[in-house]
């Protein structure tokens, strides 16, 4: 170690270089200064690791010498020597971080056991150093290996196969082509807690712990986190032995925040070339996992299970579901739904070739009735961002079902008003026409090919009044119109608007205005 001694007393340097036994504290080299100036040229040129200094000196002080290298950011230890116990120094002293404080005149016992301190502290410091260097290199190592893999896996299209093995080669992972590898996905469905409070340690302790459990039994090649939910293992050519049978413990474990649910999916035997293409087919198998079932899938026998059964109709009626639609009663298909999908959970047959059937006869429903309306219906946005997740989970399919049935529902009804509001426009056109008529409701009713109740149901909701009320009302509007553009006779008049009885009439006409038609006439033609 290179020590700089620092004093403006020529006699304690000397007392310091004689009276310290530098041998028993190991190599050591010394130098002297008898000012802070020649102490910084010394250490401009010089190697040192530990300034050993007077406070008071004149022009630059031990403190200013320290705190110039404190700022500088100057590696060197620093051990203090003054002949003044003052508060203010030994405070400036401790916040540029020196190593001792020792009064003069110097233990000379006491300075050596502080040198052989700070040689302890920087040999430490220096094992430290090299062990977390050592440390965060392995760790950078496997975090590019890891990026390695994910590279290679989910690039589209795929790398050629000495593209493949260049990337990995960077990261010091050597591999042939005649090498044979298995992927395995782990796939988190559910935990206790809500996800929120889900924490990504956790997680981690859960991945780790499958992972050197695994790493056991078979060579791991790599493992690395897929998103927030998913893994990812590739083990190193794992031969025929049984792996689902290994990882079937593993499908609920405990971790701090509860129960988590799993589930593996493993590839069979594959070469480097075609790991992309597997890694995608077990990518497919895992979404179509949307039932969220636990357990340990083999690729080959899910693929083959595609053929074993396939959803059928009859469960499910489209000429039913019209119906229910055309009743109103909407809420009866997502009854049907629910149970059927209860049905196909109790023997976890619900994936997403299950979920995208029932959307498609959903769909089928809608365009059998009208295609511009469908086509409306899905154009809407609230509608098409569920419709693109509907098959992702059952509860994701019931809200499309829920949106589709109040949206067509709420187009019905503003068709029938629209369809409602056009018909009475025509009736009353009628009548207008033909209001020296009798008017029968019967009669209108037959004409228009309505019932007489959806007659009344039409003046009712659209002119909040009934039919009869409503014809009254046109005849006496009429009557007045005619008594004050013309001069015809009141009994004239009456039978004009439909009242042949001239003392009902004018009986009528009296409860209506709250005067008589003579007094009707007289007073309005005054005024005008």
């Known amino acids: 170690m290179n020590i700089l001694l620092v004093d403006d007393k020529y006699d304690v340097l000397q007392g310091i270089a004689n009276g310290v036994n530098w041998n028993e504290i190991g190599d050591i080299k010394l130098f002297f200064a008898s000012s802070g100036i020649e102490a910084l040229e010394i250490i401009e040129h010089q190697a040192i690791q530990l300034l050993i200094t007077d406070i008071e000196m004149p022009g630059i002080s031990g403190l200013d010498l320290a705190e110039k290298l404190h700022r500088e950011k100057k590696d060197i230890a620093t051990v203090f020597l003054t002949s003044h116990d003052s508060f203010r120094y030994a405070q400036t002293a401790i916040r540029i971080g020196c190593c001792d404080y020792i009064l003069q005149p110097v233990d000379y016992e006491k300075l050596q056991e502080a040198i052989i301190r700070v040689i302890n502290n920087r040999l430490t410091q220096q094992i430290e150093k090299a062990w977390n260097n050592s440390v965060n290199e392995k760790q950078e190592l496997e975090r590019n290996r890891q990026n390695a893999w994910r590279k290679i896996l989910v690039k ?22 005649r090498q044979s590898f298995r992927i395995i996905l782990i796939a988190l469905l559910w935990r206790k807690e809500s996800l929120d409070s889900w924490t990504s340690h956790a997680e981690d302790d859960c991945f ?40 079937q413990p593993f499908v609920r474990v405990e971790t701090k925040e509860g129960v988590s649910s799993l589930a593996f999916y493993v590839s069979e035997r594959t070469k480097l070339e075609n790991l992309p293409e597997t890694y995608q087919k077990l990518q497919k198998l895992s979404n179509n996992n949307v039932g969220k079932y636990a357990g340990v899938y083999e690729y080959r026998e899910c693929e083959d299970s595609h053929n074993e059964e396939l959803v059928t109709c009859d469960e499910l009626s489209m000429q039913k579901w019209k119906i229910w639609l055309l009743d109103g009663k909407g809420e009866l298909i997502k009854e049907e739904v629910k149970n059927f999908l209860f049905s196909r959970d109790k023997h976890s047959k619900i994936d997403r070739t299950t979920l995208l059937l029932i959307v498609q006869l959903v769909i089928n429903v809608f365009y059998s009735f009208d295609l511009q309306s469908a086509e409306h219906l899905m154009a809407k946005q609230s509608v098409a961002n569920l419709f693109t997740k509907a098959t992702d989970s059952p509860s994701e399919l019931l809200l499309f079902l829920d949106a589709v049935i109040a949206q ?11 369809a409602g509001a056009a018909l009475l426009k025509k009736v009353r056109s009628y009548i207008d026409s033909h209001i020296e008529s009798r008017l029968d409701r019967n009669e209108i009713s037959e004409k228009f090919f309505i019932s007489k109740d959806y007659l009344s149901h039409l003046f009712s909701k659209y002119e909040h009044k009934g039919f009869s009320q409503y014809v009254c009302e046109e005849r006496l509007n009429k009557a007045k119109r005619l008594m004050l553009e013309t001069n015809l006779p009141l009994k004239v008049i009456s039978e004009n608007v439909g009242i042949s009885d001239y003392a009902y009439f004018s009986k009528l006409f009296k409860s209506h205005e709250g005067v008589s038609a003579n007094e009707f006439r007289a007073i309005h033609r005054k005024t005008s």
């Not at 589209?156 to 082509?177: A, G, R």
């Open 156 to 177: 589209v299209p795929q790398y050629d196969l000495n593209t493949m093995q260049e990337i990995l080669e960077k990261t010091q992972l050597f591999f042939n082509s």
């Open 208 to 247: 780790l712990k499958i992972k050197k459990a695994i790493a056991k039994d078979f060579p791991v090649a790599a493992g690395f986190e897929v998103d927030m939910t998913t893994w990812c293992i590739i083990l190193e050519d794992p031969e025929k032995r049984n792996i689902p049978l290994r990882l």
């Open 408 to 418: 067509y529902q709420e187009r019905r009804n503003a068709a029938s008003a629209d």
